[in-house]
């Protein structure tokens, strides 16, 4: 072989070696770079990281962190049923965060005997803050679990979530819930939507927006006497025990406020708690939180408590059912009485997962409810007759019911002005319809006529109070 040929040999294996090298950067190129299940996992993409832990668990089913990481990974994504299993594996080999996460599913189903087996496992030092304030809760609420009041539960409700407040039946005296935007009278622009309350006389106000931290404030208006609002300010509070405020309901005495709040002072989302107006600085005072039953490991919210039917009522998502909360209608105590901590089915009683446990022996139900159907059917005349609740317990369901002349004439007047309201109602909602539909020019050339309508409205409301007071007064001397 003369050199030539070798040299030519030699060069031709240089360029297949440097082919193959070149097709195989290319290959690797080509191919996406997969991330392993840890890496996914440690990246929050937990559904991702889902099926590469299954893979992993098949081929090591006692290692700890693999069944950890499955299980937190199922229970980020909506699988904590399934996930719950994984992590009982997981702490038995040992693992923290295991023994956190099973006492939060004892605390959710009112095992809090269970839960403080856990928690006693679980070093809290190596935990996250946030999972700190998660066990914070879970302690307060095995502290409320031995205070539970004892009340009637007299039937639930479950009703879509938008606008669920418009399916509470109060009477006028206990006030009204309306939407923020439906307030006769200008909010900020991020506070439209939602829920507020109108005192029975119509001159007071209450409703939640966003505060300049971002976190819902509860606001507050008050009735000029020229008839115009006055300038919406922050309540004040004494001292907030809440980081959020909301759902506000503020009783007929103008001094008793339920709220729910959100912070480290509740045991789920939002708690309900109940504060009073300090007399001398006009300030609410330290709210208190309402316990159990009103409150559990979700979100509570939007109690009220109507004086005329003795029927209170409020809120809860604990039942987790999609797109709908779960309204609980109940009797109020004149002044609370708690289980005792012995007490058989305490958990049910707490939770009220089943209401009758609440029922004394020879509750009627179907005659505690009756009081609602009054109210379903208002103050209209129907054939010379309607209803109108005197007392708890006591309606008339006829003008001539009236034991006094006094009474009698009353109620004629309130009648005839409950018609008029009515009247001027379904002419501020036509107008109301109209000026959303209408360009600016015809706004402008509306907005006198849209405001004396609402005001005469709100007059409406204040007089049917004083009057409905007056025959009260008048029939129970």
């Known amino acids: 072989m003369n050199r030539k040929r070798v040299i030519m040999l030699v060069v031709l294996v240089l360029c297949g070696v440097i082919v193959v090298n070149a097709a195989k950067t290319q290959k690797k190129k080509a191919e996406p770079k997969t991330d392993s299940a840890r890496e996914l996992y440690v990246a929050g993409k937990y559904a991702e990281a889902l099926p590469l832990l299954k893979k992993q668990l098949e081929k090591d089913k006692k290692s700890g962190s693999v069944n950890e990481m499955l299980a937190v990974s199922l229970y980020k994504t909506g699988n904590e049923a399934e996930a719950r299993k994984y992590f009982r594996q997981a702490a038995s080999k040992g693992v923290n965060e295991a023994y956190y996460y099973l006492a939060q599913y004892s605390f959710r189903e009112y095992d809090f005997n269970g839960m403080e087996k856990m928690l006693d496992e679980t070093d809290e030092s190596k935990l996250s803050k946030k999972a ?18 004892k009340i009637v539960v007299v039937d639930t409700l479950v009703v879509a979530r938008k606008d669920f407040f418009r399916k509470y039946k109060i009477s006028g005296g206990a006030g009204r819930l309306c939407g923020v935007g439906d307030l006769p009278f200008e909010t900020a622009d991020s506070a439209k939507t939602g829920q507020a309350f109108i005192s029975g006389d119509g001159k007071y106000a209450l409703w939640a927006e966003p505060s300049q931290d971002g976190q819902l404030s509860l606001m507050e208006n008050s009735r000029l006497l020229s008839g115009k609002w006055d300038e919406p300010k922050a309540v004040s509070q004494a001292e907030a025990v809440t980081e959020a405020q909301c759902y506000p309901f503020m009783m007929p005495d103008g001094m008793t406020l339920y709220y729910a709040g959100n912070g480290e002072n509740s045991i789920g989302g939002y708690d309900l708690f109940v504060t009073r107006k300090d007399d001398e600085t006009g300030e609410f005072m330290k709210a208190q939180n309402m316990g159990m039953p009103y409150n559990s490991p979700a979100d509570d919210y939007l109690l009220v408590v109507d004086e005329q039917t003795g029927l209170g009522w409020w809120a809860s998502d604990r039942n987790h059912i999609k797109d709908s909360v779960t309204v609980y209608i109940y009797i109020p105590n004149v002044l609370r009485e708690n289980y005792h901590p012995d007490e058989a089915n305490l958990d ?8 009758t446990h609440t029922w004394p022996a020879g509750f009627d139900k179907d005659a505690t409810l009756e009081k609602l159907k009054v109210l379903e059917t208002g103050s209209e005349e129907t054939e010379g007759s309607f209803a109108f609740v005197v007392a708890p317990g006591v309606t008339y369901v006829k003008i001539e019911n009236a034991k006094t002349k006094q009474g009698l004439a009353l109620l004629e007047k309130y009648v005839a002005e409950d018609a008029a309201h009515k009247a001027d109602e379904e002419k501020l909602a036509g107008l109301r319809a109209k000026y959303a539909k209408s360009g600016e020019k015809e706004r402008k050339a ?32």
């Open 446 to 477: 509306m907005a006198s006529s849209l405001l004396q309508l609402e005001n005469k409205v709100e007059q409406h409301r204040a007089k049917l109070y004083e009057l409905a007071n007056e025959v009260r007064k008048a029939e129970m001397k």
């Open 348 to 355: 049910i009683l707490a939770s009220l997962s089943d209401i």
């Open 132 to 149: 700190g304030k998660e066990i914070s809760r879970m302690r307060k609420a095995r502290e409320m679990f031995d205070h539970v009041e």
